[in-house]
């Protein structure tokens, strides 16, 4: 019997008495048929409003890589609860995760902490400018690097706005924007080393930054082509440009050393976000020396009333040393199980002949519907590819589908593996997506 959402349905309509929009970030609104109120979580489980219980690859947008309310977590942030919350002032805590971070992440010498990643990306081209004397920073199309100003210049632009393959567009997707904001971003195309070369030639003496996600889990799950990482290098270190590794969400998921690790790469600056907290409201900007002496000289400023609070270094300090505990263990049991989730996945696409192909390394993965008459034997290569060939109404059938089933995908269409799942849950999610692959089948039309 598929789940109903009524009580949820109530809350969110006496929500918007209340909270602009009904919820309090805007992307929540994706949820259908309505975003969720819930109650509780354990583990890879959790539970709404309307007692509907989901095995959940949401997992906090990614940032309960260890599940839900894990006991040692629920442990180390009650301790420190009763010792003290706030103090703004300095603790043994952040020496201890500071040292944990430059001890896993091999590029990292400095930290400095904040609140949330979109923080630490501001902090980060504010440090480039300063280190570097230039202004403009390099991003790609479909890297999302936060929802301010700077962060989400030429995320996901409508494609008759995208402009040329070889100049892509500085566009903001908001309203309200700083417009000067967008002259100084260089936008180009993801995994294209060729285009990316001759886009930075005119601006190279201009460009303080290049950022971008080493593995982009914003658009589909998009794993770097051959040749992507050694171009951003080199790029960089040709024309005195510093490399900013936005690893909000890879950090940790992919191992202790991050993305980069596994990728060989070695940035000046790394953001660190969602997993280093385990779900409380903690980032981390970390980073070589020198890309931190402006900082350390005193003429940047780089602040915040919460940042480094005793709490959420509690939580940091207890994720870290658990990976840490986990040794070869992590990533590659969860990138096991995710490979297990995608290949069901796929059987279950072929039965139904619903064209439908998982993407990704499985610790994470995005399901990609093709739209009818677009090849499906190649993988999505960019954010232009994705909308081209990506059947998004046909996704958010399918996965309120699975939804009523109770399996809770991302509403965009990734999937997140966390510790706390097992190989019991992804065969228990592959019989209920037998029910949800069926009724989509039945029920989808274009
Ligand atoms: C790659 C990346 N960078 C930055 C951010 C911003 O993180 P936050 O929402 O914690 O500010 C996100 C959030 O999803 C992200 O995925």
Redesign the pocket.
Known sequence: MAYTFEESRKRFAIAQKTIPGGVNSGIRLMEKPVPLYFTHGKGSRIWDVDDNEYIDYQIG??AILYGHAPDGMVEALCQQAAKGIHWAAQCDLELEVSQRLCRMVPSVKKVRFNN????A?AAAFRLARSYTGRSKILKFEG?????LDE?LVGFAPSPDEWGPDDAPTNLHPSRGVIQEVLDRFVVARWNDPGHLRVRIEPFAGQIAAIIF?PVV??TSCLEPVKGMMQAITELCRKHGIIMIA????TGFRFGTGGAQSALGIDPDLT?F??AVGGGTPF?ALAGKSHAFEPIAQGNTIHAGTLNANPLCLAASNWCLQYLESLGDKHPNEINNLGKTLMAGLSDLAHQWDIPLVPQGPGLTFHTTIFKSGQRETTPIRDYRDYIQRHDAPRWAHLRRCLLEEGVRAIERGLWFLSLAHTADDIQETLDRSKTAFRRHAETWSA
């Not at 949330?116 to 923080?119: L, P």
């Not at 890297?143 to 929802?147: L, V």
């Open positions: 947008q990614g949330c990643a979109t923080e990306v890297h999302y690097h936060g929802w962060g996600e889990c914003n936005d690893e909000t969400i953001i976000g969602k980032a």
